[in-house]
C-alpha cells in the first residue's frame, strides 16, 4: 500500500509543480526575445562561480554568504538523499549510491545536515540583528526558513531512529547517533517503528509541499537562479540596448517599457528570481537619502505587475481592456521612483543573481520620456542639446576658445589642421570641459601634461558635440542617437582610431555605446593614460605635496568600466602624497548623485553629493581628488553647503600637474 500512496503522492506533486513552471513559461514568452545564447562557455563559467562558488554572496557580505554557501551546498548533497527516499518508497531497497560509497555518503549526508541546522540559526540572527533593515522578515521568509528547519529535522529524526533500531551503523552517523541516544534511548520497538514512520512520512509531505510552495514565494530563486546567472547579460555594463527607430513594426504606439510586453523575457525571469535579499536597495545612494526609489521594490513590483496583468492577458481578462495597464503609474511603479536613479549601477553590481534593476529602470524612463512626461528642467536640457550640441545652448563655435591661449595644441579645422590621422590621439574634452570653468581648468590640465610628455594629440573643437549621454539616460534615446552619430559620421570622416576621454561619461559612451552605431574607437581615461606616461617616465613628478588626498571612484569609471587601479598608482606616483581610502570605495563605491542625467535635475533634501561629501569629511583629508567633471561639480556643491572650505576638490590631473610643473600661461 506504502509504494502505491508515494507513487500518487510524487505524481501529483511533480505534476502540480510543472503546471506551475508551465505557466511562468507563457509569462517568459510574453516578454521581447533578447538572445541570450552567445559565448556559452563564458556562460557556463560564470555559473560555475556565482552559482556553485557563490562568490558575489561570500564576498560581499560575509556572514550571509557563509550561511548561504552552507544552506547551498547542504541542498546539493541533501537532494542526492531526497531522491532516495522518494524513489525507495515506491520501490523499496532503491540506493542512488551503490555499496561501500553509501556509507561515506550518509556521514557526509549527516553532518551537512547539520550545517544547514547551524546556517538556519545564524540566517535567523542575520535577519534580526545584522541585516535586520535590509532583510524582508515577512511570513514568506519564516515559512521556508521553518520549511527548512522542518527538512533537516525529520531527515535526522529518520536516521536516529535507523539507528536506534539497529538498521544502521551508528560509526557512520555520528550526529544522529548522538540524537538517538538522547532521544530514543530505552524506546520500545513499535515505539521506534512509530517514530521512524512519523519521520519519514513527514519529511516526504515537507519536500513535496516545498516543492510546489516555491513556485508562489520568493525562493522561486532555487530554481531559476541558475538559469538567471547563465543568462545574464555579457554585454559591456555600460551599454543601453539601442532603440531600432528605422523597423518600428506598425502596431507599435510607444517606445521603451510601459507594458509587460515590452519588457524582455529576461527582465520577467529577473522578475521571478529576485530573492527580496535588498543589496541592491542597501547600495542605493537614492534610497541612503530618502528617495522613494529601492531597486528591490522596483523588480519586486514588476514581478507583481506580470502576475496580475500577465496572467489576466494570457486568460483575456486585462484589467484595461484586452490590453495590459501601464507598469509606471501610480498604481504600480511612480515616476518618482524612476526619476530618482542616478545610474550609479550599484544595485547590478550588488545582485548575487545578476539582475538588471538599473535596465529596467531606463527602459521605463524611455517610455516617460517618449510619452512626454519628462519635466523640469531636464526638459530644457534636452532641448538646449537639441538645438545647441551641449546642455547650457553656448555656441558651439566657442567649445574650444579657451584653448586657443595653449601653443602647440591643434584643432582640427583650424590653422591649416585638417588630418586628425596625423595625430596618435583625439583629447575629446566634454561639454564641461568646453564650457564649464571648473571644466576648462581640468581640460587645460590635462592639454598641458599630454604636451609636456611630447603626447601626439589635437582637438576637436567646434567639431565636437555632446557625445549623448545625457540623452539617453533621461530616456531621450532619438536625441541620444542623433548626437552620437552625428559624432560618429566625424570621428570616422576624420579616420580616428583613438579618442582620450577624461569625462567618464563620454569614456563610456564612446567606448561601450557608440560601437552600436558603427563607432569602434580605442577610448581611454586620463587617468590611465597619464599613469602610463608616468611610468615611462615622460612624465616625472617632482614637486612634493604633503597632503592626505581622498579618492573618490566614479561610477561610470570604476563599477562601469573597471579603472580602479591607475587612478591610485597616478596619485602615489606623487612625493610626499597620502593616499587616503574611504569606506565606500572601489566597486562599492557611493555615487556623487550626478549620473542618469540627475546632474541636470533638481533634487529635494537631503542630497546624494551631501551624503558622500560627510563621509569624506569623516577622514579628514586635505584634497578629494576626482576623476569626473560631474563629481568635482557636485562636491564643490556639497563641500559649500557643508561649509567646510578647508577640503579641496581637485582632478587628478590637477594635482599631478602641480607635481610635475608643468604650469603653462596662457
Known sequence: MKPIIMAILIIAAFGFFSYNVYNLFKLLRLGKYDNRFDNIGERVRRVLIYVFGQKRLVTNYKFAGI????????????????????????????????????????????????????AIIMGIINRTT???????????????????????????????????????????????SAIAGVFFSGMSESGLRYSHEFFWWFHVLIVLGFLNYLPYSKHSHVFTAIP???????????????????NVPEDVDHFGAGKIQDFTWKDILDAYTCTECGRCTDNCPAWHTEKPL????????????????????????????????????????????????????????????FIDQMGKIME????????????????????????????????????????????????IGEN???DASAFDYIYWMGCYGGYDPRGQKIAQSIVSLLTQAGVSFA????????????????????LYQMLATQNIETLNGLKVKKVIANCPHCFNTIKNEYPQFGGNYEVINHTQLLNDLVKQG??????????????????????????????????????????????RRREKSFCCGAGGGKIWMEEDAPRVNWNRFEEVESKNPDTLAVACYFCDTMFEDASKHAGNDKIEIKDISVILRESVEAERKS
Not at 541542498?75 to 549510491?97: A, C, D, K, N, Y
Not at 565636437?464 to 531621450?476: H, I, N
Open 130 to 176: 545584522i541585516a535586520k533593515r535590509r532583510e524582508v522578515n515577512g511570513l514568506d521568509a519564516v515559512v521556508i526558513l521553518g520549511l527548512i528547519f522542518g527538512l533537516m529535522v525529520t531527515a535526522l529524526g529518520t536516521t536516529a531512529t535507523n539507528v536506534a533500531m539497529g538498521e544502521a551503523e551508528p560509526k557512520w552517523l555520528p550526529v544522529s
Open 364 to 411: 521605463m524612463r524611455r517610455f516617460l520620456t517618449l510619452e512626454g512626461r519628462l519635466t523640469g528642467t531636464a526638459v530644457k536640457t534636452l532641448q538646449k542639446l537639441q538645438k545647441q550640441g551641449n546642455p547650457w545652448g553656448f555656441s558651439e563655435g566657442d567649445r574650444a576658445k579657451w584653448i586657443s591661449g595653449y601653443e602647440g595644441v591643434n584643432v
Open 416 to 418: 591649416g589642421v585638417e
Open 228 to 246: 538567471n546567472v547563465f543568462f545574464q547579460d555579457l554585454k559591456p555594463r555600460g551599454a543601453l540596448k539601442p532603440i531600432d527607430f528605422e
Open 294 to 353: 529601492s531597486p528591490r521594490e522596483i523588480v519586486v513590483k514588476l514581478r507583481h505587475y506580470a502576475s496580475s496583468e500577465g496572467k489576466a492577458l494570457l486568460n483575456g481578462n486585462s484589467s484595461n481592456g484586452g490590453e495590459a495597464a501601464t507598469i509606471p503609474g501610480p498604481e504600480w511603479i511612480t515616476e518618482a521612483e524612476l526619476w530618482a536613479c542616478t545610474s550609479c549601477n550599484a544595485c547590478v553590481e550588488q545582485c548575487p543573481l
Open 67 to 118: 550561511e548561504h554557501f552552507m544552506i547551498f551546498w547542504g541542498f546539493i548533497i541533501i537532494t542526492i538523499g531526497t531522491i532516495e527516499i522518494l524513489v525507495s518508497g515506491v520501490f523499496p531497497g532503491f540506493r542512488l549510491i551503490p555499496g561501500g560509497a553509501h556509507n561515506v555518503y550518509e556521514l557526509i549526508l549527516d553532518i551537512v545536515q547539520t550545517l544547514v541546522v547551524i
Open 538 to 583: 615622460r612624465l616625472k613628478p617632482t614637486k612634493e605635496i604633503n597632503q592626505g588626498v581622498a579618492y573618490h571612484d566614479p561610477c561610470y569609471l570604476g563599477r562601469y568600466n573597471r579603472v580602479f587601479d591607475e587612478p591610485r598608482e597616478l596619485l602615489q606616483s606623487i612625493p610626499g602624497l597620502r593616499l587616503i581610502e574611504l569606506d
Open 459 to 478: 582637438v576637436l573643437g567646434p567639431m565636437e558635440s555632446c557625445s549623448g549621454d545625457p540623452a539617453r539616460r533621461l530616456g531621450e534615446e532619438a
